[in-house]
């Protein structure tokens, strides 16, 4: 039996004979207020209460292994897991030495930094990280910022010791700045880069990080400095004359083979070791190639000799003063935000795979640390790759083990097998950074936030845009805008929606999402589905208010008459989470607006409505 006005009245009044008392909660001092609120916010996993009803040893056990993971596991480590983990480090070796080489050259840095940063790191977050399947190393799209940033003020051709200066700077500042957001609990931040911004940055990063590539895949000496899309097109068309036949077959070889390797990993997850090992193989094969052809005196240009021996110190290379400090702070801050967002974000996603917890704050200060450290010793902002960590965690890594072995072999290359890299040539290079970041380009996750949120799908549209044809770090900042300014909208502007009764039911349903529900004759009920507070009070007072209008207008044009049928506004306020100071005021203020219409007006609050199961257990009902 549908309900109609009179039932539904009968009901209401019904409803008002039942009181119950709100009991007020215990009293608390406002420091206690205080602290209590703070604690949610920055400390929502408690991290002290392992440390509760404990001895004083077991907390300096406690405590060391807190900050220490690898006190956790290294007590219990085993020959089983050790076989487990020099598979995997080997594994990831072959392909960290090939990518840091080539992510080095993106950054603009000489490629013997891309090793030392696939050296020092690995071992510092081993010690401090929390993630078992995360190898650890320089990155694409960091070294892609970095590099460009940097050579907005500082040419790496023409001062190449000041830029390696200012790159070791801004790894240090990053590695503060992640760092801090661990140590004062402020994790949440990133948390504004969200899913669909991170994705159109992806995605624009990885197609001008190809681009760029063209240079050395075409053999083009003169080369533009610019990022953007125009700028490079522009360039490669303008200089076909500089275009190597031979360089170009090479790579376009190279890069099919590579392209080929994983495609098959793909399909065959069992084969991940095709793609893993693909990049070096390419490497070797390409090596011999020109020093058996010596190709280099035939349009094939290659990397040269690089130094040999261990990361040398480079805290006297830091620069903490001077007309650049504001470039390397921003610098620092842009790629530290970035890498700790890959990093944390790739961790995660194998943890849950594995069924294990990695902590955000921890790995923010580990990965902090991991580039402070780096920084002194020769090395450019790292974290945790994608393509690294996903080939360690298919080679079957049981524990942050695999770095160490991973570092190890970067060591024995750096002691003993640099020369055999003299006659690697740069197109190789190119090709392998191009396969590296073809897999960031996610069409069919785009295409899942286009079905489901359009705002969602803007932003990744901005930020994909912004990246390819102003430049990475403004195309970065247009997307955080645009998404700052969504949440700004959805807290001014609050969803609100008229419900109606599904035929047959007691349920009172969105009659925007619910076409056959039925409006209630003399009852207009809406929904208010976020909190109320001082940005959104005046907008639901003149949205309500508009409601009763359009009610009004709509019922007397149906009707044909002139007055209204309308008796009751009901506020469904079950999604309401909290009200503040000025929020409470809405209901006056409503009140007040019906008396001006000259509507007697009067307040209800119920505390239970057994007959109207859909409506919420508490809500405003006001007489018309």
């Known amino acids: 039996m549908e309900p109609n006005a009179s039932n539904l009245h009968s009901h209401c009044v019904e409803i008002t004979m039942e009181v119950h008392k709100v009991v007020p909660p215990p009293h608390r001092s406002t420091f206690q207020k205080l602290k209590t609120r703070l604690k949610e916010t920055f400390f929502p996993d408690d991290p002290l209460r392992q440390f509760k009803g404990q001895p004083p040893k077991t907390k300096w056990i406690l405590g060391a292994q807190y900050v220490f993971p690898i006190l956790q596991w290294g007590p219990n480590y085993s020959l089983k897991l050790f076989k487990s983990d020099i598979v995997s480090g080997l594994t990831i070796a072959s392909l960290a030495i090939p990518q840091g080489i080539s992510y080095a050259k993106l950054a603009n840095l000489p490629p013997i930094v891309g090793l030392y940063s696939s050296f020092v790191p690995p071992l510092v977050y081993a010690a401090l990280g929390s993630s078992r399947d995360l190898a650890v190393g320089p990155v694409s799209i960091a070294s892609l910022i970095l590099g460009s940033m940097l050579r907005q003020e500082v040419s790496p051709s023409k001062d190449p010791v000041l830029f390696l200066q200012l790159a070791f700077s801004s790894?240090?500042?990053?590695?503060?700045?992640?760092?801090?957001?661990?140590?004062?609990?402020?994790?949440?931040?990133?948390?504004f880069l969200s899913k669909a911004t991170l994705i159109g940055f992806m995605?624009?990063?990885?197609?001008?990080?190809?681009?760029?590539?063209?240079?050395?895949?075409?053999?083009?000496?003169?080369?533009?400095?610019?990022?953007?899309?125009?700028?490079?097109?522009?360039?490669?068309?303008?200089?076909?004359?500089?275009?190597?036949?031979?360089?170009?077959?090479m790579g376009f070889c190279f890069l099919s083979l590579l392209l080929l390797a994983r495609h098959v990993s793909m399909k065959k997850?069992?084969?991940?070791?095709?793609?893993?090992?693909?990049?070096?193989?390419?490497?070797?094969?390409?090596?011999?190639?020109?020093?058996?052809?010596?190709?280099?005196?035939?349009?094939?240009?290659?990397?040269?000799?690089?130094?040999e021996g261990l990361n040398p110190p480079s805290w006297n290379m830091l620069h903490?003063?001077?007309?650049?400090?504001?470039?390397?702070?921003?610098?620092?801050?842009?790629?530290?935000?970035i890498s700790l967002t890959e990093g944390i974000a790739v961790g995660r996603t194998f943890?849950?795979?594995?069924?294990?917890?990695?902590?955000?704050?921890?790995?923010?200060?580990?990965?902090?640390?991991?580039?402070?450290?780096?920084?002194?010793?020769?090395?450019y902002v790292t974290t945790g790759a994608f393509s690294r960590s996903a080939v360690n965690h298919n080679a079957g890594a049981k524990t942050a083990a695999s770095n160490i072995i991973m570092a190890v072999t970067v060591m024995v290359t750096l002691l003993f097998l640099m020369p055999l890299f003299q006659y690697t040539p740069n197109v190789v290079l190119g090709a392998i950074i191009i396969t590296a970041v073809v897999g960031l380009i996610d069409l069919p996750a785009a295409y899942q936030i286009w079905k489901i949120d359009k705002f969602d799908f803007i932003v990744l549209l901005c930020a994909f845009l912004g990246v390819i044809f102003i430049s990475v770090q403004q195309g970065l900042a247009i997307a955080v805008g645009i998404s700052i300014f969504k949440i700004l909208?959805?807290?001014?502007?609050?969803?609100?929606?008229?419900?109606?009764?599904?035929p047959g039911t007691d349920i009172y349903r969105n009659l925007h999402h619910y076409k056959d529900g039925m409006k209630v004759p003399g009852f207009l009920i809406l929904s208010i589905e976020?909190?109320?507070?001082?940005?959104?009070?005046?907008?639901?007072?003149?949205?309500?208010?508009?409601?009763?209008?359009?009610?009004?207008?709509?019922?007397?044009?149906?009707?044909?008459?002139?007055?209204?049928?309308?008796?009751?506004?009901?506020?469904?306020?079950?999604?309401?989470?909290?009200?503040?100071?000025?929020?409470?005021?809405?209901?006056?203020?409503?009140?007040?607006?019906?008396?001006?219409k000259g509507l007697e007006a009067s307040t209800h609050i119920y505390t239970s409505c057994s007959s109207l199961s859909s409506l919420p257990v508490c809500c405003y009902c006001y007489k018309v």
């Not at 003063?321 to 702070?329: E, I, Q, R």
């Not at 955000?360 to 580039?371: S, V």
């Not at 909208?489 to 599904?502: A, D, E, F, K, S």
């Open 489 to 502: 909208l959805q807290v001014t502007r609050p969803r609100t929606g008229m419900l109606g009764n599904i």
């Open 171 to 191: 790894t240090f500042f990053a590695g503060v700045v992640q760092a801090s957001l661990g140590i004062l609990r402020l994790g949440f931040i990133i948390d």
């Open 320 to 337: 903490f003063h001077g007309s650049y400090l504001g470039l390397v702070m921003k610098t620092g801050l842009v790629t530290g935000i």
């Open 530 to 596: 976020a909190s109320i507070n001082f940005a959104n009070t005046t907008y639901l007072n003149e949205r309500i208010m508009r409601w009763v209008e359009e009610y009004e207008a709509q019922d007397a044009e149906e009707e044909g008459k002139k007055h209204s049928s309308l008796q009751f506004v009901i506020l469904d306020l079950s999604a309401v989470s909290a009200i503040d100071t000025s929020g409470v005021s809405i209901f006056s203020d409503l009140k007040k607006a019906l008396e001006k």
């Open 203 to 249: 995605a624009g990063a990885a197609i001008i990080v190809s681009l760029q590539q063209l240079k050395a895949l075409l053999g083009i000496t003169h080369f533009t400095k610019q990022m953007g899309l125009v700028p490079v097109l522009s360039s490669v068309f303008h200089n076909t004359a500089e275009w190597s036949w031979q360089t170009i077959v």
């Open 351 to 379: 943890a849950a795979l594995k069924g294990y917890k990695v902590d955000g704050n921890k790995e923010m200060m580990a990965i902090g640390l991991m580039n402070i450290v780096g920084s002194s010793t020769s090395c």
């Open 269 to 307: 997850p069992n084969l991940f070791w095709v793609s893993a090992g693909a990049p070096l193989a390419s490497v070797i094969i390409s090596t011999l190639l020109v020093f058996a052809f010596k190709a280099q005196h035939h349009g094939i240009s290659i990397i040269g000799k690089l130094q």
